[in-house]
């Protein structure tokens, strides 16, 4: 076994140990033809439910079915239509329960990000276990416990379980079209500025690093997205690279209980976006490149940060001129005209809201914990231009305009990102040390990135 794949096979085999729910995880080439055997190893069962849509049906479903079929396994088949892309919404897994419960049989996901999250959503649902047969390295959801899916309109991560048994035949995930990889890659580089905001958290005692998640992700971050060529080029071993990332980052999320091990500021822009439905060429912009341009926004606003002095900020001044709960319900309900958006935003921006006194205490201890806090972060994050050049090599847009999205959409989303999740990442950081405009402004101007 190559050096590689077996660092890659230890990577794995401690994420099975990790996690309370998955038993098996494959990631080879032909790793399809294991299919029939991993299901009698982990089921009872001799009925198989799979669910596809015609992409993963002619890439994968199809094939897998022959296989299952002439090892004796009885199977039945919901194909979702290709096109139109298959929406990722609450309704759409309600209807898959109502076919599952009817079905019976192993639930098997052939598919990447949608098919995934909605199997994992209507199996969750009856309390069963699934089988995850992954097409695309396309994003860090295979393994996740939680589905992203909307609800009348505003993405929730859905507390769900993660697939019993996951296979990803290289052979198949190599032939899915390029750009889905470098979705994939956009979305594990996101964990580099999400990185960062846990950084922050964790200095400041908010939230701190959990000894279990943190390395899962992080020890083999950067040797996972160190070869953006191979990846653009199919390489098998690149490719593999990817998706024990994607899959570690997963499992990070469900031993920590949230997506903080893999999700900041980075996704709250992204996922604005995506709620936004934005689309290019008339088809949805994918999460992974929303992710991407959404990193490197957030590693702009890093940079303009790192080069701050914040040992000796004035608590009692920006306490004075904070902006207090009702400014920021004002800018809410401005920035949010649906009613359902705007009343989840509140309550998430209402959990991370903390009085003049608690803020005095942190700014303080900003000031203390800066110097090293500020060397940690620039040892930690890539340069700006690293990161754009890597992202370029993987093929994922690295502008706003690669995404449809102008100058004015781009900032006035980088502003509102914070008010939708209560978690604590740079933009909050930003606010609360009264620096938050300072800092936009600036990677907006001719000088900054995005000018
Ligand atoms: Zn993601």
């Not at 590689?4 to 080439?29: C, F, G, H, Y």
């Not at 996901?109 to 089988?131: E, H, R």
């Not at 992080?218 to 098998?236: F, I, V, Y």
């Not at 914040?310 to 904070?322: G, K, M, Q, T």
């Amino acid at each position: 076994m190559p050096e590689t794949n077996q660092k890659q096979e230890t990577v794995l085999q401690s994420v099975i140990a990790r996690s309370k729910v998955i038993d098996a995880i494959v990631v080879q080439r032909g790793a399809m033809r294991l299919v029939p055997d991993l299901l009698s190893m982990h089921f009872d069962d001799r009925k198989v439910f799979l669910v596809a849509d015609d992409n993963t049906r002619h890439a994968a479903g199809a094939r897998l079915t022959e296989i299952l079929e002439q090892q004796g396994f009885a199977v039945t088949s919901e194909i979702f239509p290709g096109t139109p892309r298959l929406k990722g919404a609450v309704e759409n897994g309600e209807i898959l329960v109502a076919r599952m419960r009817e079905s019976g049989g192993i639930p098997v996901a052939v598919g990447s990000g949608v098919i995934n999250d909605l199997v994992k959503y209507a199996a969750f649902q009856l309390g069963i276990p699934y089988v995850s047969v992954a097409t695309a390295a396309s994003m860090d959801g295979y393994a996740s416990a939680g589905s992203p899916l909307t609800v009348k309109g505003f993405k929730h991560t859905i507390p769900c379980a993660a697939p019993r048994v996951m296979v990803a035949d290289l052979d198949v995930i190599t032939a899915a079209p390029k750009e889905m990889a470098s979705w994939g890659y956009g979305d594990l580089a996101g964990k580099l500025p999400a990185g960062a905001d846990w950084l922050i958290a964790d200095a400041l005692g908010i939230e701190p690093l959990d000894d279990a998640a943190w390395p899962l992700v992080q020890t083999n971050l950067k040797e996972w997205l160190s070869n953006p060529a191979g990846l653009a080029n199919g390489d098998p071993e690149a490719t593999g690279g990817l998706f024990t990332g994607l899959v570690a980052a997963g499992i990070a999320m469900e031993v920590h209980g949230s997506s903080r091990p893999a999700s900041g500021a980075d996704h709250q822009v992204a996922h604005l976006w995506e709620m936004d439905g934005l689309k290019l060429n008339g088809l949805p912009v994918s999460h992974g490149t929303c992710v991407a341009v959404g990193a490197l926004t957030i590693l702009s606003l890093y940079e303009w940060l790192l080069d701050q002095d914040l040992r000796s900020l004035d608590a009692a001044d920006i306490v004075a001129n904070r902006r207090r709960l009702p400014d920021l319900e004002t800018e809410i309900a401005r920035r949010f005209p649906s009613p359902d958006i705007a009343e989840r935003a509140i309550k998430e921006t209402q959990a991370k809201y903390v009085g003049d006194d608690e803020l005095a205490g942190r700014i303080a201890r900003i000031g203390e914990v800066w110097p090293d806090l500020c060397r940690r972060l620039a040892d930690y994050l890539p340069a700006f231009e690293e990161m754009r050049e890597m992202l370029a090599t993987a093929g994922v847009a690295t502008s706003p305009a690669e995404i449809g999205i102008d100058r004015d959409y781009h900032r006035q989303t980088l502003i509102a990102a914070r008010l939708i999740r209560r978690r604590y990442t740079i933009l909050d950081f930003l606010e609360e040390t009264g620096r938050l405009e300072a800092a936009v402004e600036h990677v907006f101007s001719h000088s900054g990135r995005w000018g």
